[in-house]
Nanobody, 121 residues
């Protein structure tokens, strides 16, 4: 059984930082994994993803503020978010799919339950 469990969300003021974690279990090797977010009334958008070779891709809006990493020994993904803005307020989801295309169009096979990030001005 595949499980993706996010943690680390919370409320911060603009300019602050948060680190999200996603612990995975039950996934075989080769999955494309990463983070999505969805703000109220908006479509989901890809934040960052990593392929099986370790290549990381970021969504265009990230612009150096977020850092994505993966600890293979702990089966955990991390998203370090700095210089947070109110527009970063969203539910952040961990996702995994056998292919990167399905991941980036928001149709990953597996999703976590999400962790809320709220940034106040």
């Amino acid at each position: 059984q595949v499980q993706l469990v996010e943690s680390g969300g919370g409320s911060v003021q603009a300019g602050g930082s948060l680190q999200l974690s996603c612990t995975t279990s039950g996934l075989s090797t080769g999955y494309y994994m990463g983070w999505f977010r969805q703000a109220p009334g908006k479509e989901r958008e890809g934040v960052a993803g990593i392929d099986s070779s370790g290549t990381i891709t970021y969504g265009a809006f990230v612009k150096g503020r977020f850092t994505f990493s993966k600890d293979n020994a702990k089966n955990t993904l991390y998203l370090q978010m700095n210089s947070l803005k109110p527009e970063d307020t969203a539910m952040y989801y961990c996702a995994a799919d056998p292919g990167n295309y399905r991941f980036w169009v928001g149709r990953s096979m597996y999703w976590g339950q999400g962790t809320q990030v709220t940034v106040s001005s």
